[in-house]
């Protein structure tokens, strides 16, 4: 059964606007750590004074300062995910997917002491402010897996592509920072190479595993919303009713959709490829809670028709451009001549 | 007139970086092996207590401090 | 307020820290350190007073007024201050504070307890090198005489650190007894203020506390009938190389050092040079060594020269200064702690280009950048161990400067093979 993620409306605009900036967030983030793992290497050539470098990395954290506070902005805004003040704050207990929600918590926190501490670098001292900067290095990683695991996106193209630029551009900073240096910073060079070399292997394996499947949105702990009014079509008369659910394909081509109908929410409903030896339709199946009331073959397309009993229904898909190709979140409208019960 | 400052520099934490040279030569000079050669003698200039307050603020090591210091006797 | 005494019970002059019963009877109990000097007495203000009236300066290297250290403690104290007897004697050529805690420990141990009580310290803590460790036992014992109900004195407590050359300075004592390595640590508060664990702390070489020992029982008056008026008092000198009978002699300030090289039955052959202070002093031509004065102000003043803390390491006839000094230059630059950029890497350029100049294998511009990288690392250090090297080496290069032209045009120098100059011993490689 999927579990299906529903208001009373479709996700508003807030909702794709913070995985937008989370992922910009990220971006940047990357970026200002690259240049921190770069500084002392002169990157910028020898025509350049080194302080530039230095400067860079400082504005770009900035930056990131910045849209790490829109990306939270957004999302306690939104009130698609009823993610609140409390959830950004504390890395335990929310209610929307909250290990990985929390983790995001915990790197956001994290680069916040570390500009806190580096604003107040006289009061803070050099010890302090060292050991919260080498912290920065743990809130990266950590904003990475965030972003894979919250994400509605993680199969999106888009965003695989952002997530392995980021992580080679840190791979490839860390590989020509760990070459040189002298005997002394061996053992500690050493040890960065493993731990990075471990974080690529397990999070590669996670990522695998995890948000890369199609079900990781349940697994993720993506909570089922109560509508906030819910009617059941029984009553004669049509209906017309947005549906919101997912698609699924499989490795040779076979399609599933899984939709419910935000109206009416006990009513949900399914497409699935024609089987190829046996059937040449795709065949639609309407249940009300567990009881199915018909399943029937239907016309191919973005828009199917299909007969159920007496009812003459019209399932539109939205999207599904984009949808059929990576997979994931889509979602749609039911018309009908009569109700379905 | 604003107090006069001096700019001193940690040894131990100063790893070399060079950046001070960079931001307040009128301070700094780096020595043979791309260290700091500092001036620490009082400074009531404000252009160059500026320059050295960037230079405090950018250097990674964190091993440049600007204390207070006796003005310049005339 | 002077306070008169009678006749001093041992001291003679130039016998007056090592008088008593001979070394071969081992340290000297209690006892008899107490009945033939008389008890203790205890410490106070007035015993600050005493010692700026006596003029008694340090005996570990730096002659800096004791009475001024000790009031700059006491004023920070607070009743949490910390007394440290400076045992490590990190010069390799140096062994007086060895001598005198071996054999009259108490006199040491008198003057930590006068300053504990002085400055309103709560701990006494003797800081040791594991180099000395024969010394381990005599010492204990001694310390242990103290414990009692009938002495209520604080309690002495032993650190041991690595033997290193610079484990004795003072903010890398400090660093170790606050729980990190021996090596310097830059602060802008001096230890008087903040010591260990941030507290009060009175760093003392044992030799001065010995002698506050002595002012203590018997006045800042009678301290100054030995010395100048600048330099009053005697001091523990380490004789070794080129005399007939190295070893630790108790020396009147302000003589010549040829009287004291006669005391020492002499040299074997006409010295070429002697290095004067140890390895952070400066070496002096031998044809000015007789009339060189020992005192510490004059040989500042008038021959850039520093006493320190009292060796003379003596050249043979056919001994070469710039061939000895550079062996100590090497020697210092391994024992750098390494934390501060112009000092490693100023004396290891320093140590190498000195090892051809003293092959009598230089490359052009050798001598060139010995002279600048001199004026290059001097003060750029968290601590004074990069101006101590290059000092030596400056002074080697100023005294021996027409033997220096040999080796710069490649001319063979005997001194390579010359046996009778102390070689510094192998770096250390630990830090606690």
Redesign the interface.
């Known amino acids: 059964m999927f579990l299906v993620v529903a208001s009373s409306t479709e996700p508003s605009w807030l909702w794709y606007a913070t995985r937008g900036l989370g992922a910009a967030t990220l971006i940047v983030l990357t970026c200002t750590v690259v240049l921190g793992i770069v500084t002392a290497t002169r990157w910028m050539g020898r025509a350049t004074p080194g302080f530039v470098a230095a400067d860079l990395h400082r504005n770009l954290s900035l930056l990131a300062l910045l849209l790490l506070t829109a990306h939270i902005a957004t999302t306690v805004l939104d009130p698609f995910a009823h993610i609140s003040v409390r959830d950004v704050l504390i890395p335990v207990g929310a209610s929307y997917r909250p290990i990985w929600l929390g983790l995001g918590v915990v790197a956001s926190e994290i680069m916040v002491a570390v500009i806190v501490t580096s604003l107040l670098r006289d009061r803070v001292g050099p010890r302090l402010w060292r050991i919260v900067h080498w912290a920065a290095y743990g809130s990266w990683p950590i904003a990475v897996v965030h972003g894979l695991g919250t994400g509605s996106d993680a199969r999106a193209p888009w965003l695989i592509g952002v997530v392995t630029a980021c992580v080679s551009a840190v791979i490839l900073a860390l590989l020509s920072r760990i070459g040189e240096g002298q005997r ?1 910073t061996l053992p500690i060079r050493a040890g960065a190479a493993v731990v990075a070399t471990l974080f690529v292997v397990i999070g590669g394996q996670w990522a695998i595993n995890g948000p890369f499947q199609a079900n990781w949105s349940a697994r993720a702990g993506t909570p089922v919303l109560k509508t906030v009014k819910s009617v059941a079509h029984v009553g004669p008369g049509g209906f017309s009713d947005p549906l919101v659910g997912v698609m699924v394909r499989d490795a040779s081509g076979n399609v599933a959709i899984s939709m419910r109908d935000t109206i009416d929410t006990a009513l949900t409903i399914t497409v699935r490829s024609p089987n190829p030896n046996i059937e040449t339709l795709p065949v639609v199946s309407i249940a009300r809670g567990t009881k199915v009331l018909c399943t029937v073959p239907a016309t191919a397309g973005t828009t199917l028709y299909a007969v159920c009993g007496k009812t003459r229904l019209t399932i539109t898909l939205y999207g599904t451009a984009t949808a059929v190709k990576s997979g994931g979140n889509i979602t749609g409208r039911l018309d009908t001549t009569g109700p379905l019960a | 007139m604003s107090q006069a400052r001096k700019l ?1 520099v ?7 970086y060079g950046f001070c040279a960079e931001i307040v030569p009128e301070l700094i000079t780096l ?5 700091p ?1 500092v001036d620490s003698r009082p400074i009531s200039d404000d252009g160059v207590i500026g320059l050295a307050k960037r230079a405090v603020a950018t250097c990674p090591r964190l091993a440049l ?1 600007l ?1 207070e210091a006796e003005p310049k006797q005339a | 307020m002077p306070v008169a005494v009678s006749e001093p019970a041992g001291p003679a002059v130039g016998h007056r820290l090592l008088s008593g019963p001979p070394f071969t009877a081992g340290y000297e109990r209690i006892d008899d350190h107490e009945r033939r000097l008389g008890p203790r007495p205890p410490g106070n203000a007035e015993l600050i007073g005493r010692l700026e009236r006596s003029g008694l300066s340090g005996r570990g290297g730096a002659w800096f007024p004791t009475s001024r250290k000790w009031a700059a403690v006491r004023q920070a104290s607070q009743g949490r201050a910390v007394v440290v007897i400076n045992g490590s004697e990190g010069e390799p050529l140096s062994s007086k504070d060895r001598t005198l805690l071996l054999y009259r420990p108490h006199l040491v141990f008198d003057g930590a307890l006068l300053a504990a009580e002085a400055l309103g310290a709560t701990d006494v803590i003797l800081y040791l090198s594991r180099a000395q460790r024969g010394a381990d036992r005599p010492i204990e014992q001694a310390i242990a005489e103290r414990v009692g109900p009938a002495r209520p004195e604080l309690p002495i407590r032993i650190v041991k650190t690595a033997h290193r050359y610079i484990a004795g300075e003072a903010t890398a004592l400090v660093n170790r007894l606050s729980g990190g390595p021996s090596k ?3 602060s ?1 508060y001096r230890t008087a203020e903040r010591g260990v664990d941030d507290r009060p702390t009175l760093v003392q070489n044992a030799e001065t506390l010995a002698h506050v020992a002595m002012i203590a029982r018997y006045g800042s008056d009678w301290f100054r009938k030995l010395g100048t008026q600048g330099a009053p008092g005697s001091t523990l000198m380490t004789l070794c190389g080129n005399v007939r009978r190295p070893g630790v002699y108790e020396v009147n300030l302000g003589v010549p050092l040829g009287k004291v090289l006669q005391a020492a039955g002499g040299t074997f052959t006409p010295p070429a040079g002697a290095l004067i202070g140890g390895y952070f002093g400066s070496w002096v031509p031998g044809a000015a060594l007789a009339g060189l004065p020992v005192e510490p102000n004059l040989l500042r003043d008038q021959y850039h020269a520093a006493l320190g803390c009292g060796i003379v390491a003596v050249l043979p006839q056919d001994g070469c200064g710039i061939v000895e000094s550079t062996r100590i230059l090497s020697y210092l630059a391994a024992e750098s702690a ?6 490693v ?2 004396l290891n ?1 320093l140590a190498e280009t000195m090892e051809r100049v003293s092959a009598s294998q230089p490359k052009p511009g050798d001598i060139e950048n010995v002279v ?2 001199i004026g ?1 690392v001097r003060n ?3 601590c004074h161990h990069p101006d101590g090297a290059v000092g030596q080496l400056a002074s080697a290069l100023e005294a021996f400067r027409d033997h220096l032209s040999d080796h710069l045009y490649g001319r063979r120098c005997r001194g390579t093979e010359s046996q009778g100059f102390p070689s510094p011993p192998l770096p250390g490689d630990r830090w606690r």
């Open positions: 002394s | 001193l940690n040894p131990t934490q100063c790893d070399g020595d043979d092996w791309g260290f050669i401090l204390e | 310097p640590r830059f802008l390494a934390q501060c950029g112009p000092c890497n100023g350029a600048r990288w290059m750029r250090g968290a």
